[in-house]
């Protein structure tokens, strides 16, 4: 899971997978980063952590970091917030990644309505309330798509 700066989406998209994978039962293995290391060794917004709290999980032991070519040979899928952050993981990626790299909506039910994961970090709560429900959906259906045997 990658946005700019892994304090918001990221985190959030990471604590959602981790979240609904283990009511379903599905093992994965998830992390999250950012494009920039602005934020570099720093827990979630606050606001994130607040509305995981609300949905009955907890960010607050994630810490921000950039993204690794090590992350391209690790995982296979890199999913990016939006077009910015989904170009630069693509230009960094090295030519023998094996990781498939999509935008997170990609993989659920909005991707004509909402192509991308919207930039909480200068709204209001109301904004991260919609960034928690893009994503849940989203990552509903990469567990469904995978829980079926389909490759997101």
Partial sequence: MVCWGNICRSPA????????????????????????????????HRRTIAEAGRRGFDVSDQRARQIRKDDYHRYDLILTADDTVDRTVRERAPANSKARILKMTEVGPDAEQWPEVPDPYYGTEQDYVLVFDLLERAIGGLLESLAAGRRP
């Fill in 13 to 44: 998209a990471e604590g959602i997978l981790r979240h609904l994978a283990a009511e379903r039962g599905v093992e994965v293995e998830v992390d999250s980063a950012g494009t920039s290391r602005d934020h570099e060794g720093q827990a979630p």
